[in-house]
């Protein structure tokens, strides 16, 4: 098999995903009305006096839902914001929810000249369009508590980390005429994308209190793409948007926007997380390890334009006695997927990056890739680097493929020969041409094996291309100033156009192609190089580094094959 035709099985299995994936996003399943086990949390039971049960999986479905987006906050409510080194968050003080984040050290747009401080990446926010909201709460079922509808009061409306501190809390209160008082705290660390988030229980009353804290995100399904073809070039619709959690038994598992009225989730889970995942960027909550947290999903409002989707933790039953206090304690992040630090967050945080199936040979490569930058100190030399040293790896195997290919090349006048003897006989064609491969000790199929070797590594390394947000807005070198974002001046492009242009003159011609064939065969480098235009410029520079080097080597290798018949002959 030669090399034009092991590029064009990787081409073309790599356009039929990427197609496949628009497809699904255009014309693919989607989201229903919500059954009615999924539409359970949008049931009020707090507000009119019915209130659940202390246990966890009474509270899951008496949760009260969201008021919609965009509804107007009462008086007394107020927006304040928290600001740290790395995060600026604003917290709404009807229930003490994070309504927007802006993830300061992460522009939305690259620096330019006419824009040269763009503005921060904004994950939550509470605008009807993009709504997505970190809510947090208490439920009982003796008498009122504070749920994420709940009015706190806040000392100021706005908080900063200061120079030379390292830790900034800001307490909100709610308290009721019975005389229980719960204090919401939240804490934000220089250089942390993680918010801790303590709810203290002080009853005051003469009764006890029992009841559950909960948290859980909420979010509208972001805007899709118009046409096919804005799927296809675009890097973000081919990442996972939906909700996702954690357990240690069954690792991460996904639930994409369109499948939260078909496949509700109601899972008790000690040690996970829930979160909602984009491109690039995630929001988490993280409850305490030990604790026995109900996991469910819902659907509010499932019949407008607009759905709300939502994922939600409750806790176990909390038991205040009168005169006591008690503090539950989680966790929220909000920030980048950046691979080899989550986990120290918590377990399993690293699966946000969601490889899918590839898993196994993508986190590999992001290590490796994380390694050679560490050492170059740029994304785009770390590409290069480990295209070489793949090709190192793969260096037996593929030499292999060139040889046979250069024996089969030297080989063409005489299967052109076979050719005029047979004619249309195609049955003795093979036959005479598999003789003369036997004879001449060729093997055609010798370019099969690192195929399927090298296959799974292109895959898996497309994923970690596409899914980094360490490449994303990083210069290269020159007109390159986003790996992340296509070639403004589709040099690479071209580049790998001439390459493979090249690589074909120096493969043997396929024998038993027709005309047509062959036509197709000299145009495809030119139809894909077209389609890499809009590819981003990091993966791109991979298929151009990746040709450069396996037409070097095909080339030295054909070359000492010529040689060695021309000694041969000369002896």
């Given at each position: 098999?030669?090399?034009?035709?092991?590029?064009?099985?990787?081409?073309?299995?790599?356009?039929?995903?990427?197609?496949?994936?628009?497809?699904?996003?255009?014309?693919?399943?989607?989201?229903?009305?919500?059954?009615?086990?999924?539409?359970?949390?949008?049931?009020?039971?707090?507000?009119?006096?019915?209130?659940?049960?202390?246990?966890?999986?009474?509270?899951?479905?008496?949760?009260?839902?969201?008021?919609?987006?965009?509804?107007?906050?009462?008086?007394?409510?107020?927006?304040?914001?928290?600001?740290?080194?790395?995060?600026?968050?604003?917290?709404?003080?009807?229930?003490?929810?994070?309504?927007?984040?802006?993830?300061?050290?992460?522009?939305?747009?690259?620096?330019?000249?006419?824009?040269?401080?763009?503005?921060?990446?904004?994950?939550?926010?509470?605008?009807?369009?993009?709504?997505?909201?970190?809510?947090?709460?208490?439920?009982?079922?003796?008498?009122?508590?504070?749920?994420?509808?709940?009015?706190?009061?806040?000392?100021?409306?706005?908080?900063?980390?200061?120079?030379?501190?390292?830790?900034?809390?800001?307490?909100?209160?709610?308290?009721?005429?019975?005389?229980?008082?719960?204090?919401?705290?939240?804490?934000?660390?220089?250089?942390?994308?993680?918010?801790?988030?303590?709810?203290?229980i002080e009853n005051g009353s003469g009764?006890?209190?029992?009841?559950?804290?909960?948290?859980?995100?909420?979010?509208?399904?972001?805007?899709?793409?118009?046409?096919?073809?804005?799927?296809?070039?675009?890097?973000?619709?081919?990442?996972?948007?939906?909700?996702?959690?954690?357990?240690?038994?069954?690792?991460?598992?996904?639930l994409p926007f369109a499948d939260f009225?078909?496949?509700?989730?109601?899972?008790?889970?000690?040690?996970?997380?829930?979160?909602?995942?984009?491109?690039?960027?995630?929001?988490?909550?993280?409850?305490?390890?030990?604790?026995?947290?109900?996991?469910?999903?819902?659907?509010?409002?499932?019949?407008?334009?607009?759905?709300?989707?939502?994922?939600?933790?409750?806790?176990?039953?909390?038991?205040?006695?009168?005169?006591?206090?008690?503090?539950?304690?989680?966790?929220?992040?909000?920030?980048?997927?950046?691979?080899?630090?989550?986990?120290?967050?918590?377990?399993?945080?690293?699966?946000?990056?969601?490889?899918?199936?590839?898993?196994?040979?993508?986190?590999?490569?992001?290590?490796?890739?994380?390694?050679?930058?560490?050492?170059?100190?740029?994304?785009?030399?770390?590409?290069?680097?480990?295209?070489?040293?793949?090709?190192?790896?793969?260096?037996?195997?593929?030499?292999?493929?060139?040889?046979?290919?250069?024996?089969?090349?030297?080989?063409?006048?005489?299967?052109?020969?076979?050719?005029?003897?047979?004619?249309?006989?195609?049955?003795?064609?093979?036959?005479?041409?598999?003789?003369?491969?036997?004879?001449?000790?060729?093997?055609?199929?010798?370019?099969?094996?690192?195929?399927?070797?090298?296959?799974?590594?292109?895959?898996?390394?497309?994923?970690?291309?596409?899914?980094?947000?360490?490449?994303?807005?990083?210069?290269?070198?020159?007109?390159?100033?986003?790996?992340?974002?296509?070639?403004?001046?589709?040099?690479?492009?071209?580049?790998?156009?001439?390459?493979?242009?090249?690589?074909?003159?120096?493969?043997?011609?396929?024998?038993?192609?027709?005309?047509?064939?062959?036509?197709?065969?000299?145009?495809?480098?030119?139809?894909?190089?077209?389609?890499?235009?809009?590819?981003?410029?990091?993966?791109?520079?991979?298929?151009?580094?990746?040709?450069?080097?396996?037409?070097?080597?095909?080339?030295?290798?054909?070359?000492?094959?010529?040689?060695?018949?021309?000694?041969?002959?000369?002896?």
């Amino acid at each position: 098999m030669n090399q034009t035709r092991t590029f064009l099985i990787f081409a073309l299995l790599a356009v039929g995903y990427l197609l496949f994936m628009a497809w699904e996003k255009d014309y693919g399943p989607q989201p229903q009305a919500a059954v009615a086990s999924s539409s359970t949390a949008a049931t009020p039971a707090i507000a009119d006096g019915s209130v659940p049960g202390a246990t966890a999986s009474s509270a899951v479905a008496n949760v009260p839902a969201n008021t919609a987006p965009g509804t107007p906050n009462e008086a007394s409510a107020q927006l304040i914001t928290l600001s740290s080194d790395v995060l600026r968050l604003t917290v709404d003080t009807r229930g003490g929810s994070v309504v927007r984040s802006e993830l300061l050290t992460y522009p939305s747009v690259p620096a330019t000249k006419k824009t040269p401080d763009p503005a921060p990446v904004r994950l939550l926010d509470d605008e009807q369009a993009q709504y997505f909201v970190a809510q947090s709460g208490l439920v009982s079922n003796q008498g009122s508590a504070p749920d994420h509808r709940a009015v706190f009061q806040a000392a100021q409306s706005s908080y900063a980390l200061t120079q030379g501190q390292d830790e900034l809390k800001v307490d909100l209160s709610w308290q009721n005429e019975a005389g229980l008082k719960v204090t919401k705290t939240y804490v934000l660390k220089r250089g942390s994308f993680v918010v801790g988030m303590d709810q203290k229980i002080e009853n005051g009353s003469g009764n006890a209190w029992q009841g559950n804290a909960y948290e859980q995100l909420q979010r509208v399904a972001p805007a899709q793409q118009k046409s096919w073809w804005q799927n296809f070039s675009d890097p973000s619709s081919h990442s996972f948007y939906g909700a996702a959690w954690y357990s240690p038994e069954d690792k991460l598992a996904t639930l994409p926007f369109a499948d939260f009225a078909k496949k509700p989730l109601n899972h008790a889970i000690t040690g996970g997380w829930a979160s909602m995942l984009q491109h690039y960027f995630f929001v988490a909550w993280i409850p305490q390890a030990q604790d026995a947290n109900t996991y469910s999903t819902s659907v509010i409002n499932p019949d407008t334009a607009q759905p709300i989707y939502l994922i939600r933790a409750v806790g176990p039953s909390l038991n205040v006695a009168p005169g006591q206090s008690l503090t539950t304690a989680s966790r929220l992040y909000i920030g980048p997927k950046l691979q080899g630090t989550l986990d120290q967050v918590a377990p399993g945080l690293d699966l946000t990056t969601n490889y899918g199936m590839l898993t196994v040979v993508a986190q590999p490569l992001h290590w490796l890739l994380s390694k050679l930058h560490a050492i170059s100190g740029n994304w785009g030399v770390a590409i290069i680097l480990l295209v070489l040293l793949l090709k190192a790896a793969l260096w037996k195997l593929t030499a292999a493929q060139f040889r046979s290919g250069a024996k089969m090349r030297k080989l063409q006048p005489r299967v052109n020969a076979l050719k005029e003897r047979y004619g249309d006989d195609k049955m003795k064609m093979q036959q005479a041409m598999m003789e003369l491969y036997k004879k001449e000790k060729v093997n055609p199929m010798s370019g099969c094996l690192p195929v399927l070797i090298t296959m799974p590594v292109f895959f898996g390394l497309y994923r970690v291309l596409m899914e980094s947000v360490e490449l994303r807005h990083s210069p290269f070198f020159g007109w390159i100033h986003d790996l992340s974002a296509p070639d403004p001046f589709f040099v690479l492009p071209v580049i790998y156009i001439l390459v493979m242009l090249a690589t074909q003159w120096l493969s043997p011609s396929a024998a038993g192609m027709d005309p047509a064939q062959q036509k197709m065969m000299k145009v495809m480098p030119v139809v894909f190089g077209f389609m890499f235009l809009f590819f981003p410029a990091g993966l791109v520079l991979y298929w151009v580094v990746n040709g450069l080097t396996s037409l070097a080597q095909q080339w030295l290798i054909t070359r000492s094959v010529e040689r060695a018949e021309e000694n041969a002959k000369a002896a």
